[in-house]
T-cell receptor, first 114, second 116 residues
C-alpha cells in the first residue's frame, strides 16, 4: 500500500518568514495530493491540493509543488502569520475509480513566532 | 459545500461498554465512508473503508469484531466501538467520498472518546 513520509515533524519560523514542508510517497499510482491544516481537537481542513497533471499550484500565500518522477511534493507558505500555527498533514490518494483511500503523512507542527 | 455531520463530539464511557458514533452526509450521497483514528500528536490512521450496502474493508491490525461499521444508506455510516477499553480512547473521525465528486473528501467534526 501507499506510504507517505513527511518532514520536518516540527518547524518554527519567525512571523513573515517562509515555511516549507516536504512529503514523499511510494505508490506511483497516486495522483491526488492534498494538504490539510488541523487545529487541536478539530477536523482537518483542506488548504490546497494538486493533481499529477500539474507541477505547481498557488493560492495566495500557499503553494504546492509536485515532482512525480521523484515522488515528492512540498507545501510552501510565504509571509507566515501567527494564525498559520497548526499541524499540517500531507496526503496521497490513488485513482481507483471512486472511493479512493487517502493516506496521510505523519504531520508537521508549525509554530509561527512573533 | 458538502457537509458531514458527526455525533457525538465527545463521549465518556466505562470500560466494557459499547459506543456508537454516527456520520451523516447532509447534502450529498456518501458512496464511500472512511473511518480514521487519531491518537494525541499523531497522524490520522485509516481504520476501515465502507461502501454503502456492503461489508467494510478493515486495515491490517484493526479488529473488525471490535470496531463494527455499518453503512446501510448513502447518507449514514456508523462506527460502534464494542467492549471499549482505555486504550481505545482516541479521536475518531469519518470522511465521506462520493463517486460523483472527483477526489472530494469531506471530514466529519470528529468524536473524542474517553474510556474510563
Amino acid at each position: 500500500g501507499e506510504n507517505v513520509e513527511q518532514h520536518p515533524s516540527t518547524l518554527s519560523v519567525q512571523e513573515g518568514d517562509s515555511a516549507v514542508i516536504k512529503c514523499t510517497y511510494s505508490d506511483s499510482a497516486s495522483n491526488y495530493f492534498p494538504w490539510y491544516k488541523q487545529e487541536l481537537g478539530k477536523r482537518p481542513q483542506l488548504i490546497i491540493d494538486i493533481r499529477s497533471n500539474v507541477g505547481e499550484k498557488k493560492d495566495q500565500r500557499i503553494a504546492v509543488t509536485l515532482n512525480k518522477t521523484a515522488k515528492h511534493f512540498s507545501l510552501h507558505i510565504t509571509e507566515t502569520q501567527p494564525e498559520d500555527s497548526a499541524v499540517y498533514f500531507c496526503a496521497a490518494s490513488p485513482v481507483t475509480g471512486g472511493g479512493n483511500k487517502l493516506t496521510f503523512g505523519t504531520g508537521t507542527q508549525l509554530k509561527v513566532e512573533l | 459545500g458538502a457537509v458531514v455531520s458527526q455525533h457525538p463530539s465527545r463521549v465518556i464511557c466505562k470500560s466494557g461498554t459499547s459506543v456508537k458514533i454516527e456520520c451523516r452526509s447532509l447534502d450529498f450521497q456518501a458512496t464511500t465512508m472512511f473511518w480514521y483514528r487519531q491518537f494525541p500528536k499523531q497522524s490520522l490512521m485509516l481504520m476501515a473503508t465502507s461502501n454503502e450496502g456492503s461489508k467494510a474493508t478493515y486495515e491490517q491490525g484493526v479488529e473488525k469484531d471490535k470496531f463494527l461499521i455499518n453503512h446501510a444508506s448513502l447518507t449514514l455510516s456508523t462506527l460502534t466501538v464494542t467492549s471499549a477499553h482505555p486504550e481505545d480512547s482516541s479521536f475518531y473521525i469519518c470522511s465521506a467520498n462520493a463517486l460523483d465528486r472527483d477526489y472530494g473528501y469531506t471530514f466529519g467534526s470528529g468524536t473524542r472518546l474517553t474510556v474510563v
